[in-house]
């Protein structure tokens, strides 16, 4: 096979074993890779209604077939599990060089299943793997593990790890890698605390097999430097996502006090622009030649990387108006490995929940010694830490009210950092992205912002399909970074040319989209299985919230989601996805996308729509 290893790494930690295994090569056509063929192993391989958190569920690390190649941000790869947040299908993507040496190291993906006994690391070199004692390092945080890891195995090991969060089971904890690279918050930390394993370092040294390297070279030389030729380019390496702070302002989606309002008078001071004053570095992921990382000296003196999402989150979210203890917070999240948007989130509802007298504990607005506090006892579990760490579905839960309104989750998983009172295609894409709440899939608003804010028309759903196809079918499935494309208008072409140079297999893109829609169906199945086929179309609806709160502030002062609209456009999305009113694919559905198997299976759970 060329582009492809068509190798698999599985370790079961209960038996203290290795195996290497084929890849069936179908299956990398149908699935590709990443989410793809991380979807397929889940589906194939857990048995259903397990407890996340147990040995049985299984945790899948997959890199694609551009994974590690040259070529525009492709350093990624995909951690995926069932989710300790959601019970459903859980995914992110983390840039670091474990991808580009799992590829070195020949294989395409690693299947972690078991527990172990006591704490262990993997260590993969080339075709030697071993499992070794973690001891020393369990309980250490994220920095302090890849240092001591990196001085053992060397400055160009790629490091995969997870800091006290995970190893405490924070519902939303995440895996670390490179200083701050997070990804998997649906818990995925989580699942692998649960399997005592604390890090994974991988060297690869050998070279990824392609179809036709001089043209694979010539496609990503070309690529590399229509991005340098953009016009946004030199402002995107000034301020990266950061620019966004202003943008959601003036738009009025800026989440604000948990998502009462769009608008924050202080968002001047956690800006693009007070991020520049403060930034004294700039780092990112392997073969990212826009790399967005931009790093700032926090208050308390330490280094802290900036993304939009984490400082709106942890800023104006919680009502703190200044970007040095906002980093110093965001600091403080990476080093124990939490997700800082579900963190946020839960922070902002804590404080809402204290001001409403819900909660004992005294959380005010802003508070940055106490939100440090909290986020320390998240890590550990200790006092009322321990019934945030649990993420805000199952806090509203316990602490009941009206808090089910503002617990702003769908499924489980919190909201990332676009408020939706005036984006109804917004919020359909956070309601039906396939991990819970999140806007890695389709992140429609800038131009549902261009095209008119409070319409609820067909055209809105498509653009949703159409991004959810592109950004969590193609490029979670290849594995490379969507902000290329997004951001800098680099074409979809140079995508499908990279994989037809490293693959030789030829795809149009709407092979890719097809490829997309049965990614997506097989998740939903998934969900619906894992569920016991209790599944109807209001777990694809968005917070009470932002239908019955209408803002009272902004340019938008009075503006809320329409019920009945919403439906009207989920019942669209149904229709264009070919899954019926309760939001299950239908049979048909299932069959033409090669997808009969899984429709057998569904059948025992749920009468499925012909
Ligand atoms: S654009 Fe940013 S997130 Fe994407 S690969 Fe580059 S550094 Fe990583």
Redesign the pocket.
């Known amino acids: 096979m060329k582009g492809w290893w068509g190798k698999l790494l599985r370790v079961n930690l209960s038996e203290n074993k290795v195996t290497v295994q084929q890849i069936d090569p179908e299956i990398l056509k149908m699935f590709i890779g990443g989410r793809g063929l991380a979807i397929k192993i889940l589906w194939d391989e857990l048995e259903p209604g397990i407890d996340p958190l147990s040995p049985k569920n299984k945790l899948v690390i997959a890199a694609g077939p551009i994974t590690g190649l040259v070529g525009p941000?492709t350093?990624?790869l995909v951690v995926a599990a069932k989710s300790p947040l959601t019970n459903g299908y859980g995914d992110g993507n983390i840039?670091t060089m474990a991808s580009v040496n799992l590829r070195r190291a020949g294989y395409d993906a690693i299947v972690i299943e078991g527990a172990a006994k006591k704490p262990v690391y993997l260590y993969i070199e080339n075709d030697n793997v071993s499992i070794l004692s973690a001891e020393g390092l369990w309980g250490k945080d994220t920095f302090e593990t890849e240092r001591i890891l990196k001085n053992v195995h060397g400055k160009d090991a790629g490091i995969l790890l997870i800091g006290p969060a995970g190893e405490n089971l924070v519902r939303y904890a995440t895996i670390i890698s490179q200083e701050g690279r997070s990804g998997g918050r649906p818990g995925i930390g989580a699942v692998m605390g649960s399997k005592k394993l604390k890090a994974i370092v991988i060297r690869g040294t050998k070279e990824i097999p392609v179809d036709d390297k001089k043209e694979l070279t010539k496609v990503a030389t070309e690529a590399y430097n229509e991005i340098k030729k953009a016009p946004a380019y030199d402002f995107w390496m000034r301020q990266?996502t950061m620019a966004t702070i202003e943008w959601s302002n003036t738009n009025s989606v800026l989440p604000t006090f948990n998502y009462r309002e769009g608008v924050y008078e202080l968002y001047r001071l956690i800006d693009g622009y007070s991020m520049e004053a403060m930034k004294v570095l700039q780092r990112?992921?392997p073969h990212?030649n826009?790399?967005?990382?931009n790093v700032v000296i926090d208050v308390e003196g330490e280094l802290s990387e900036l993304d939009y999402e984490n400082v709106a989150m942890l800023g104006s979210n919680i009502g703190l108006g200044h970007l040095g203890k906002v980093a110093a917070l965001n600091k403080l999240a990476d080093k124990y490995g939490i997700d800082t948007i579900s963190l946020g989130n839960v922070l902002g509802f804590a404080t809402e929940a204290s001001e409403k007298k819900l909660i004992d504990e005294k959380i005010e607005w802003g508070d940055y010694k106490k939100y440090k506090e909290l986020i320390e006892d998240i890590a550990y579990r200790r006092g009322i830490g321990d019934l945030l760490a649990e993420g805000t579905k199952r806090i509203s839960e316990k602490i009941k009210g009206d808090s089910w309104k503002w617990a702003m989750n769908v499924k489980g998983l919190e909201i990332s950092a676009y408020d939706c009172h005036a984006a109804p295609a917004m919020a359909l894409a956070y309601s039906t992205s396939p991990i819970g709440a999140h806007h890695k899939d389709a992140w429609v608003i800038a131009w549902e912002v261009k095209v008119g804010r409070l319409e609820y028309t067909k055209e809105k759903v498509e653009k949703v399909v159409e991004l959810q196809r592109i950004r969590g079918g193609i490029f979670e499935s290849l594995v490379s970074?969507r902000?290329?494309w997004i951001e800098l208008g680099l074409k979809l072409d140079y995508y499908v040319r990279l994989f037809k140079t490293a693959t030789g297999v030829a795809m149009t893109l709407d092979d890719f989209y097809k490829v997309a829609d049965r990614i997506y169906a097989l998740i939903r199945a998934f969900w619906v299985r894992e569920y016991g086929g209790k599944w109807d179309r209001t777990m694809d609806y968005p917070p009470a919230r932002w239908f019955e709160e209408p803002l009272t502030k902004g340019p938008l002062k009075g503006a809320h989601l329409d019920k009945d609209k919403y439906d009207e456009m989920l019942s669209w999305y149904y229709e264009l996805r070919g899954w019926d009113e309760r939001g299950i694919p239908k049979k048909s559905t299932l069959e033409s996308l090669g997808l009969s198997d899984v429709a057998n299976e569904l059948e025992n759970y749920v009468k499925l729509t012909p």
């Open positions: 941000s350093g990624k840039g990266g990112g992921c990212c826009m790399i967005c990382g970074c902000l290329p």
